[in-house]
């Protein structure tokens, strides 16, 4: 009986053997081995039937099988380890690398649109002297109203526009706090620009509670009305192209004396009637006049010595009418594919 057995673990040892030889791939080997060594395998058989032999021919055959099973063991890590390898040197045949191609494009960054109005800006207005100064975005009530004569019972001042930090600092609501900053630290004639952040409490498709502000305040001495419109005429033909006009309306601001609102003939339509101007041929761009003289006292300067004007309008503003975008939201949500058109 032991000998009947002993051969049939001899053939499938050597069936086994076989298999792990020719197997093709790591996934065939593993597949074989479930075959023979796996819990349902042919070497589990062969066990099931130890029942059938003498008590002295058990442990016999048992010895039998467990030499068996390590020989096998022995070849399956032979042939796992070639396989193993032959897979290696086929991948690295098959993926080849090619060093010479360029790695990934990095990232640019790019301005932001409205930087790139303010820069525009700047650049136009220092060909005829002026030059750039900041002032802080929390400002005193003084500077930013009482100075530029808006008493404290003003509208302009109403806490539903105005972000109080304090009784006596608000986060600054326009740029001209600067005028009365420069004023009281330079000696005139001067010629300054003041870009800069500046927040209200508003917030719509054509209102955002911070958006900014270009001021721009000249002081010298006989400065009339005429110098203004020969500044904002020549502003805007740098900016927009020679063709268009500059018209102005009466207004009031309380730091301004005469005040004036100014348009432009529209940059997308030169005149003839579009959506950006609503079909009226001109577009608003910003306020300006000639500095109130109360203003100068209350910075130290002698009015009758010295007149000057001012103006300022809107960098979003001038970005829409420049780029044609609707939202001015989208300023300030730095949407990459918003902000990648204006690379
Ligand atoms: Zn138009």
């Given at each position: 009986m032991l000998k009947e057995q002993v051969e049939r673990l001899k053939r499938v040892e050597e069936e086994a053997t076989e298999a792990f030889v020719e197997a093709l791939s790591s996934r065939q080997l593993y597949e074989a081995k479930v075959k023979f060594l796996?819990?349902?395998g042919a070497f589990a058989e062969l066990m099931k039937?130890?029942?059938?032999?003498s008590a002295e021919e058990k442990p016999q055959f048992g010895k039998e099988v467990n030499l068996s099973k390590q020989r096998l063991e022995g070849r399956y890590q032979e042939a796992e380890l070639k396989l193993k390898k032959q897979e290696m040197e086929e991948r690295l045949a098959r993926e080849s690398?090619?060093?010479?191609l360029p790695g990934p494009e990095p990232l640019g960054g790019a301005r932001h649109p409205l930087s790139l109005v303010i820069n525009e800006v700047v650049e136009i207005l220092a060909k005829i002297g002026y030059s750039v100064r900041l002032g802080p975005q929390i400002e005193g009530d003084w500077f930013n109203f009482e100075a530029l004569?808006?008493?404290?019972?003003?509208?302009?001042?109403d806490l539903q526009d105005t972000f109080y930090?304090?009784?006596?600092?608000?986060?600054?609501?326009?740029?001209?706090?600067v005028q009365i900053h420069t004023l009281l630290n330079e000696k005139p004639p001067l010629r300054v620009l003041a870009p800069g952040s500046v927040f209200r409490c508003d917030s719509d498709v054509s209102h955002s509670p911070n958006f900014h502000q270009i001021e721009g305040m000249l002081l010298d001495k006989k400065v009339s009305m005429a110098d203004l419109k020969g500044t904002l005429a020549f502003f805007i033909k740098e900016l927009f192209g020679s063709s268009l006009k500059v018209r102005f309306r009466p207004s009031f601001f309380?730091?301004?004396?005469?005040s004036a609102e100014f348009d432009c003939s529209c940059p997308i339509c030169k005149g003839k009637g579009c959506r950006m101007c609503k079909n009226s041929g001109w577009v608003e761009i910003g306020g300006c006049g000639l500095i109130n003289p109360k203003v100068l006292m209350h910075a130290g300067v002698d009015p009758k010595q010295w007149q000057g004007f001012a103006f300022g309008f809107g960098i979003e503003r001038m970005a829409i009418i420049k780029y044609?975008?609707?939202?001015?939201r989208l300023f300030n949500e730095n949407d990459i594919r918003f902000l990648r058109q204006f690379e």
């Open positions: 796996g819990k349902q039937l130890m029942g059938r032999l690398l090619d060093l010479t004569n808006i008493p404290p019972d003003h509208p302009s001042r930090i304090d009784s006596n600092h608000v986060l600054r609501t326009h740029t001209s706090p309380p730091f301004t004396e005469p044609g975008v609707e939202d001015i």
